[in-house]
Every structure is written in C-alpha cells, then in structure tokens.
C-alpha cells in the first residue's frame, strides 16, 4: 500500500500561484492513478484534478481547467498540482489520494490511499 504526504500549502494572493506536492512511499508508486480532491468548510470533497498511472491521462474539473496542472515524476514518487490564478474560492484542504491502476475519472469511494491534507488559503 502506498503512503501518501501532501506539503506546499499556504497563502497565495488571487492571481498568484502555488505548487502543492504529494509525496508517496512505496515502490509500486508507478502503478497507482493520483487524485487531487480539496475540501473547503461546509462543502462536499470534490476531485479537482487526476493523473493516469502512466502519466498519459488527466482529468481536471471544469472549475480549474486552464489554471491549474497535474503532473507526475516518478523516478522520484511524486505528483504535483500547479495552482495558477487561484481564486478565494480555490481556498480548502487539498488532499492526493491513490488507486491502483485506476482511471482519472471517478469519485473518492474508488481511492484507497489518502494524505493527510494541506490547507490553502487564497486571500489578498
């Protein structure tokens, strides 16, 4: 099972950018599908962006496509997500999430790793 560590939240000004990095353990990483969801108070957790285990597919929700990047390196087990032009309304707890050779499309329940979080705050 792989471990999964989210890190690069913070406070970014609307129009700025932040790079949020998902750090994972474990040398299956290159088989697992990653998931960006965020989660924002009193609202449901959506999945913002996902990338295939081969690094082919994305998906990005329709809310973030043309300002936000889904990437994946793995010779060093990571993915990032790129936040370019951030609204407050971007402002959650920003989860990656894996599944074994899944496709980028598909809810949370299809997920079987999960990082702990980080909070992002867009805010001038």
């Known amino acids: 099972q792989v471990q999964l560590v989210e890190s690069g939240g913070g406070l970014v000004q609307p129009g700025g950018s932040l790079r949020l990095s998902c750090a994972a353990s474990?040398?299956?990483?290159?088989?697992?599908?990653i998931g960006w969801f965020r989660q924002a108070p009193g609202k449901e957790r959506e999945l913002v962006a996902a990338?295939?285990?081969?690094?082919?597919?994305?998906y990005y929700a329709d809310s973030v496509k043309g300002r936000f990047t889904i990437s994946r390196d793995n010779a060093n087990n990571t993915v990032y997500l790129q936040t370019d032009s951030p609204k407050p309304e971007d402002t959650a707890v920003y989860y990656c999430?894996?599944?074994?050779?899944?496709?980028?499309?598909?809810?949370?329940?299809?997920?079987?790793?999960w990082g702990q979080g980080t909070q992002v705050t867009v805010s001038s």
């Open positions: 999430a894996a599944k074994w050779y899944g496709s980028v499309l598909g809810g949370s329940e299809e997920y079987s790793a």
């Open positions: 474990g040398r299956t990483f290159r088989s697992y599908s």
């Open positions: 990338i295939s285990w081969s690094g082919v597919n994305t």
